[in-house]
């Protein structure tokens, strides 16, 4: 794209924008399996995907999906799927295949209520502690959560980056609310010549590693095919990608996996502050009920209260000593969420006794109302 | 017997291999490297993909771009890996319990797709990995350690079964005859579109033991015994063949491959 130049606004919904990102950001396979509320992520890339050269496939199942992504990634493809709860909950387990094999890969969580089918057409973030800890076994997680159309986008182009240079899975987890509202966005796609090329080999063959438990990043995951002829399993290995019972590398294959997130949070710790140098009552919101708390905020300070909102855009890694520092302030901390508390006790972690939380909770299938939550501001 | 240059195939630091004296697994992996060697195909151009099992452990002993995935998958992780490169040849390794139990809605999906994958199930009527316990090619009556009474359940006949589902090339064979084993899994790799081979491999460790196949050479003489090649199965009767195994080609067509059809419909849309 020509720099200076902004691209009009576009009508679009929130899957919709994540469908673009991904064509924006180089990603060229896609696999699902149909679920609402995600399906037309997956219909709009049946649409745009072909038309790039790339790959889209409709598997039997998402465990195929997810599994299918992966290899893609291994064969050096921008890859993604996309779900909802029931289908986020079969794809645990390749998740953590992408997580302690360090292949990149992109999943797409349009949240709908649980447990089980639940309420799939209704509005919830039922997922945020399954985006955590949903697969089994020590494993990082990084997840960002988009809380209107043209932040779907941008953030979509961001869990990208953050997969491949990383090299790890990376959550987008959407509500209903944001996955199905048509709203105007101006989609700025990257500019393709500055995107890294972090799959290029940068040593010969013999002197590759797959692997390296140390350092910033992960060395390139070179795709298969280029002469390097490596080893990929989900057992514990070692640098060479060979399995390995040494219990000593599987300590520190095990850190280094958490390590590597916690390492680059400068990287991917994301999150918006409103007005909360001098609010006593500081919201936390995250998804579709920051907009209920913006409008609430609104007008609570209309009304005089001095209300701030701390909205993390990335939800993993968790931004605790950001939050502590926008709430070092307040009086009480008041976290607003369409579930029972998933992100609540991150936000007791990170206040740490010293601001009371109050929390307020739906899990019904209604979205929160300003009205509602003003209500509750003012009780608090 | 032709002469393969091995070493140049295998990860010789990798070994010795995890496999029981007597198992049939390394017999196969053999056939299928004798048949790689003879269709002169580079090492650089295959990546050899397996699930969980003894027979998933097949690709951490060869050289070439080997993924080795999680129980069941490992034909839906080939998928992508096929799809997002084409000019990849692409072997999956699986086992009875693996492809066909856990994985075995992926099998029939994959052949009915016809995507240009290479499919070989060991199979030894049992789980081996995880200590003998019964698997859906069990024979009835045969012990498990969860079938101790002997196997309630009917079992599966594999390769009929994706011969059904679609695919363009299905065979059966037998580690007791290699020789025959090699020509069919030649056959498979060079024919375009889904391919798969059941390999019948013996498991002294966890099945023979405990159905009165005591060792390696007992459960030879038993696969020799029971194999019959197809062209004389065809003028058997149904209870004649009950508890055999009928080897050779039981299905060789060319319906379209799923990246040909892929690749039509992406130049079409002037996508490549
Ligand atoms: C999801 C999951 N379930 C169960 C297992 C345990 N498991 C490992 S191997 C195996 C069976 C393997 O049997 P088969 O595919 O017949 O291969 P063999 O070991 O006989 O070669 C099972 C059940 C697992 N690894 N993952
Ligand atoms: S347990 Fe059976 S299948 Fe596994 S290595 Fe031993 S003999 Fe082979």
Redesign the pocket.
């Known amino acids: 794209m020509e720099t200076g130049k902004r691209p009009a606004p576009r009508l679009l919904t929130g899957n919709e924008a994540v469908a673009h990102a991904a064509i924006d950001a180089g990603a060229r396979f896609f696999a699902g399996y149909p679920i609402t509320p995600s399906s037309e992520i997956a219909e709009t890339l049946s649409v745009l995907l072909p038309k790039a050269g790339g790959v889209f496939i409709q598997m039997e199942d998402e465990i195929a999906a997810m599994s299918a992504v992966i290899g893609a990634a291994i064969a050096g493809a921008k890859a993604l799927t996309a779900t909802s709860g029931p289908g986020f909950s079969l794809k645990q387990e390749a998740i953590g295949f992408a997580c302690v094999t360090e292949v990149p890969c992109v999943i797409v969580n349009v949240m709908r209520g649980g447990p089980s089918t639940g309420l799939p057409t209704l509005p919830a973030q039922g997922d945020v502690m399954q985006a955590r800890w949903g697969t089994h076994g020590d494993h990082p997680a990084v997840a960002v959560c988009p809380e209107r159309v043209s932040e779907a986008y941008d953030l979509t182009l961001k869990a990208f980056d953050y997969s491949e240079r990383l090299r790890t899975p990376v959550i987008l987890l959407m509500d209903e609310v944001v996955g199905h509202v048509t709203e105007k966005a101006v989609l700025v796609p990257p500019d393709s010549a500055t995107l890294p090329d972090l799959r290029k080999p940068v040593s010969p063959p013999e002197e590759y590693r797959p692997y390296r438990y140390s350092g910033q990043v992960p060395p390139p995951l070179v795709p298969f095919g280029q002469g390097y002829r490596y080893h990929v399993t989900g057992l514990l290995h070692d640098e060479t990608g060979f399995p390995s019972n040494d219990t000593g590398n599987a300590d520190r294959q095990v850190r280094w996996l958490m390590d590597k997130v916690e390492r680059n949070r400068r990287l991917v710790t994301d999150f918006e502050a409103v007005d909360v140098e001098d609010a006593e009552v500081l919201l936390f919101a995250y998804g579709a009920c920051a907009r209920t708390a913006k409008a609430a905020m609104h007008m609570a300070r209309s009304q005089g209260r001095k209300v701030g909102l701390f909205r993390p855009r990335t939800i993993w890694p968790f931004p605790y000593e950001e939050l502590a520092l926008a709430a070092r302030n307040a009086r009480v901390v008041v976290p607003v969420e369409m579930n029972l508390g998933q992100l609540s006790y991150e936000v007791s972690l990170a206040v740490c006794g010293k601001v009371p939380v109050k929390p307020l909770f739906k899990v019904g299938g209604e979205a929160v109302a300003p009205d509602e939550l003003l209500t509750f501001i003012e009780g608090v | 017997m032709r002469a393969v240059p091995y070493e140049s195939y295998l990860r010789t630091r990798r070994i010795p291999h995890?496999?029981?004296p007597?198992?049939?697994?390394g017999i196969v992996l053999k056939a299928m490297v004798r048949a790689i060697d003879q269709l002169g195909w580079k090492k650089d151009e295959i990546a050899m993909v397996s699930g969980i099992g003894?027979?998933g452990r097949a690709p951490g002993y060869v050289d070439f771009n080997t993924l080795h995935t999680t129980h069941g998958r490992a034909i839906a992780f080939a998928t992508g890996l096929k799809l997002a490169n084409p000019s990849l040849k692409v072997i999956v390794v699986t086992g009875d319990g693996d492809g066909i139990a856990i994985g075995g809605n992926h099998m029939i999906h994959a052949a009915r797709r016809n995507l240009d994958l290479n499919v070989v199930l060991f199979n030894?009527f049992?789980y081996?990995?995880t200590g003998g316990q019964v698997s859906p090619t069990t024979p009835l009556g045969c012990s498990a350690t969860t079938a101790p009474f002997g196997n309630y359940e009917h079992p599966f006949n594999i390769a009929e079964l994706v011969a059904a589902a679609g695919g363009n090339f299905v065979a059966r064979g037998t580690v007791y005859q290699p020789v025959e084993l090699e020509k069919l899994l030649l056959k498979a790799f060079e024919k375009k579109g889904f391919s798969f081979v059941e390999a019948m491999?013996?498991?002294?460790?966890?099945?023979g033991r405990r159905n009165k196949l005591k060792g390696p050479v007992a459960m030879m003489v038993d696969l020799k015994e029971r194999s019959v090649p197809l062209a004389r199965a065809k003028n058997l009767a149904e209870p004649e063949l009950e508890g055999k195994i009928v080897t050779g080609v039981l299905l060789d067509r060319d319906k379209e491959e799923y990246t040909e059809i892929y690749r039509k419909l992406t130049a079409r849309l002037g996508g490549a």
């Open positions: 995890i496999w029981c007597g198992c049939g697994h003894c027979s030894n049992i081996g990995m491999s013996p498991c002294p460790t966890a099945y």
